[in-house]
């Protein structure tokens, strides 16, 4: 059975872990955080430590115990609240990297909770190496793009679909949709596209780009 002060102790090491997770993320500013994170690797550890003192005192003679019933429903639940963290701007998905740490790191406030110090250090250390190190070679050595949604609204004239047409595909890396829309009462027509740009700065360089064709009245990017 384990102690109080051992709880105690099992609780302040998965804390300190989950701060230095929740840490990298608060940097990349990510919807969960450090508080997110160290208050997860808390309960992560409580519940393990729970579930194995439960199994113990309740445990009848003669039979097993399973001191892992408690702590099977962190693996699953902690589903829900990875979930939130992910987020969708546009046609880009941000998030999946948060909610993945953090279901990792329930996995390790349990596995302190367990009692395995040096099994949970070494791997936060690991997830700390793919979440600084790998992002710093990815965005120095990857080449990155992101999906934009892109509308222009412009008054019609003959040339002005093949000049957005041409400046879209002068900047952007994949051009994947392009369609159009004509008012005739109006005398407007309306570009949506969608496409993948590498860098921001050929995004900037992109919208004023299209700023400048002759007849564009409103530019929106998503």
Request: hydrophobic share 45%; proline share 2%.
């Amino acid at each position: 059975m384990i102690t109080e002060g051992q709880i105690i102790l099992r609780v302040l090491v998965g804390a300190a872990l989950g701060m230095v997770v929740g840490y990298e993320r608060e940097r990349q500013d990510q919807p969960a955080g450090l508080r997110t994170h160290m208050i997860l690797v808390i309960g992560a550890t409580l519940a393990m430590v729970l579930s194995v003192n439960v199994g113990y005192l309740y445990a009848r003679p003669g039979t097993p115990s399973d001191p892992g019933r408690i702590a099977a429903q962190v693996i699953s639940g902690i589903g829900f609240l990875g979930a939130g963290a992910i987020l969708r701007y546009g046609f880009t998905v941000k998030g999946l990297t948060t909610a993945t740490s953090l279901w990792t790191m329930a996995i390790v406030g349990m596995t302190v909770g367990a009692g395995y110090y040096l099994v949970g250090v070494v791997t936060t250390a690991l997830i700390l190496v793919v979440l600084f190190l790998l992002n710093i070679i990815e965005n120095r050595f990857l080449r990155t793009s992101v999906s934009r949604f892109i509308s222009v609204e412009a008054n019609y004239h003959k040339g002005v679909v093949k000049s957005v047409r041409k400046k879209v595909q002068a900047f952007c890396d994949v051009l994947v949709s392009f369609n159009i829309q004509k008012h005739y009462k109006s005398k407007r027509i309306r570009i949506q596209v969608v496409a993948r740009i590498s860098h921001d700065q050929k995004l900037e360089e992109l919208i004023e780009s299209i700023s400048d064709i002759e007849g564009v009245r409103n530019l929106k990017v998503e």
